[in-house]
C-alpha cells in the first residue's frame, strides 16, 4: 500500500482560520493523506478544533504533538525530526485555504521524478476574509544553490517532497535546529539544491495565502514589502540570517554534493570579506537572484560589507 502524504502544520493559536483549512484538506481529491500537528501550546481553541475533527470527519488521520515553543520555524523543523520517513511530506500554514487539486498536482509532478525531489507552487494573497488580491509573483528560475544560499524561492505552504528528499532533510534537520536557521522553507531550498535534489515551481496557484495581522512573514509583493526586505539587506538583519544558514549548511556538508560544498566553503569564506572582497567573489561565484533588480542589490550589499558574518545564536 501507498504510504499517505503527511501534512506537517505547525500551530499556534489559530482557532479563527483553522476550520476553513482543515476543510481545504478533506477537500482534497487526493485522499490518501494524515495530518501531523505539532502545537507550540496555543491557549485559544486550537486544541478542541484539531480534536473534534480527529474524532469527527478526519478520524484516525490527525495526530497532535507538544511543539518546542521556539517559534514557527522551529516548530516545522520538530515535525521532519518527527514524521514517518516512509512516505512524501507537504509542509501546511495553519491559516490558509488549499485548491482541491493541491496535493494530486503535486504528487503527478513528484511521480515521475527519480532521486530526491521536491515540489513548490504559487499561491493567491488574499485579505483576511480571503478576498483575493493578487497572485504571488512568479519566478522564472533557475533553481539551484547560488540562488538558494542568498534568496528563499520555495514557499513553505506550497512545499511536497518525496521520501528521498524526506530523508536528506531528517538528516539536516538537527543541525538546522541547532543553529536557529530563519525559515524552514528557505533551508529546504538551501538544503534540497544543496544536496543536488530535483525543483520544480509550479506557476499554478494551489492555495488562498491568507494575509492578517499575525502572519509570521507575509506577503511580499507591495512596494512597502520591498522597500521593508531591501533596508534589512543593509541593517544587518540579512547578514544576521546569512550566518546562521551557513553554520547550519556546514555542520550538514556531508548530505551536499562535492561541487556544492565547494561553493559552501566559498560562500563562508565570502561572509568574512570586506566589501570588495566580498563582492569580487559574489559574481565569481555567479550568486543570484531571481530578478536583474534583485541580483543588483545583493552584490550592493556585499559591496558595502554587509553581507560580513555575525555572531550565531
Excluded at 73 to 82: E, K, R, V
Excluded at 120 to 133: E, G, K, S
Aim: proline share 7%; glycine share 8%; net charge positive.
Amino acid at each position: 500500500m501507498t504510504p499517505p502524504i503527511t501534512i506537517l502544520m505547525a500551530s499556534y493559536n489559530g482557532a479563527r482560520y483553522l476550520p476553513a483549512q482543515l476543510d481545504s484538506f478533506l477537500a482534497q481529491d487526493w485522499r490518501n493523506w494524515r495530518l501531523l500537528v505539532s502545537d507550540d501550546g496555543s491557549s485559544d481553541d486550537t486544541g478542541q478544533i484539531l480534536a473534534h475533527y480527529a474524532q469527527g470527519p478526519a478520524r484516525g488521520r490527525i495526530e497532535v504533538i507538544d511543539g518546542p515553543r521556539r517559534g514557527a520555524t522551529a516548530n516545522f523543523l520538530h515535525l521532519l525530526t518527527q514524521v514517518d520517513p516512509e512516505g512524501p511530506v507537504a509542509f501546511s500554514d495553519q491559516d490558509d485555504v488549499w485548491h482541491p487539486g493541491k496535493l494530486s498536482r503535486a504528487m503527478d509532478w513528484l511521480g515521475r521524478q527519480n532521486g530526491p525531489a521536491v515540489y513548490a507552487a504559487r499561491t493567491t494573497i488574499c485579505d483576511q476574509d480571503l478576498r483575493p488580491l493578487n497572485p504571488a509573483p512568479h519566478f522564472p528560475g533557475p533553481f539551484g544553490f547560488r540562488n538558494a544560499l542568498v534568496q528563499a524561492c520555495l514557499p513553505g505552504n506550497t512545499t511536497v517532497a518525496n521520501p528521498q528528499a524526506l530523508a536528506l532533510l531528517q538528516a539536516g534537520a538537527p543541525a538546522a535546529i541547532r543553529r536557529d536557521v530563519v525559515a524552514h522553507d528557505w533551508w529546504v531550498y538551501q538544503l534540497m539544491s544543496g544536496a543536488g535534489a530535483t525543483l520544480y515551481r509550479d506557476a499554478a496557484q494551489v492555495l488562498l495565502y491568507r494575509q492578517h495581522p499575525r502572519n509570521v512573514m507575509g506577503r511580499n509583493d507591495t512596494t512597502a514589502a520591498r522597500a521593508a526586505r531591501f533596508a534589512m539587506l543593509f541593517d544587518g538583519s540579512f547578514a544576521g540570517w546569512l550566518t546562521r544558514n551557513e553554520a547550519a549548511l556546514t555542520e550538514a556538508a556531508p548530505l551536499l554534493t562535492p561541487e556544492n560544498r565547494a561553493l559552501l566553503a566559498q560562500f563562508s569564506r565570502l561572509l568574512h570579506l570586506p566589501g570588495p572582497a566580498a563582492l569580487r567573489l559574489a559574481r565569481e561565484m555567479g550568486l543570484y537572484r531571481q530578478t536583474r533588480a534583485g541580483t543588483l542589490a545583493i552584490r550592493l550589499a556585499a559591496m558595502t560589507g554587509r553581507l560580513r558574518a555575525r555572531p550565531a545564536h
